[in-house]
């Protein structure tokens, strides 16, 4: 909470050499206006996590690309109560009206559901024996900025989620995560397949 729009404006030749910005919502606001504001202007992807709760991430939904609430901060944002995947579809759609381009809402060992507007994207989650769930969000919300940013289509970026946050459930420890190579043996050695259906609007 303590970063400044001063220090954001000191880094600002970084933020604009970025393939793409992932942000939360445990920073200082104003800074975190900043950084989305130079994301903006230079046409940056930006991505947020709206964890924790904020109400405040109602005034940022149209400057944002991809939104990734968690099922308890998809219910706060859509007044939906999301328990399964069609709770989430319908949660999804009533959030992204509200201004963003795309919505993935995870579902922790159900998966995730994406929106863009257009259709949904069902990714399952891989089956992992579960030691820690702390940090699976962040996993899960890092692991997909990096698959975008490497120029990875969205649909491919989930999978690479999913595999990613499957592995990062298996350590011990929220901060050990896993290398890209064994996320890419997860993904090779498992039969996966995601489930994509046209909205009905």
Excluded: C, H, W
Excluded at 114 to 132: E, R
Excluded at 136 to 148: I, Q, T, Y
Excluded at 176 to 194: A, K, L
């Amino acid at each position: 909470m303590d970063i400044s729009i001063d220090e954001v404006k000191i880094q600002k030749d970084k933020i604009i050499n970025s393939n793409i910005i992932l942000l939360q919502l445990e920073t200082n606001i104003e800074a975190l206006r900043e950084i989305i504001s130079i994301g903006n202007e230079y046409r940056i992807p930006i991505i947020l996590n709206p964890a924790p709760y904020n109400d405040i991430v109602i005034e940022l939904l149209d400057k944002v690309d991809i939104l990734t609430p968690n099922e308890t901060e998809a219910s706060l944002l859509s007044g939906v109560n999301v328990i399964d995947i069609e709770s989430a579809k319908k949660a999804a759609e009533l959030i992204y009206k509200k201004g963003v381009n795309k919505i993935v809402i995870t579902l922790g060992s159900k998966g995730s559901i994406a929106y863009d507007g257009n259709k949904f994207i069902y990714s399952p989650a891989y089956t992992a024996v579960v030691k820690n769930t702390a940090g699976a969000g962040d996993a899960f919300n890092g692991a997909l900025a990096a698959s975008l940013a490497k120029g990875k289509q969205f649909s491919y970026a989930l999978r690479y989620a999913s595999a990613f946050s499957s592995l990062a459930v298996e350590t011990s420890n929220a901060s050990e995560m896993p290398e890209d190579i064994n996320v890419m043996y997860r993904i090779d050695q498992t039969t996966y397949s995601q489930v994509v259906t046209q909205s009905p609007e």
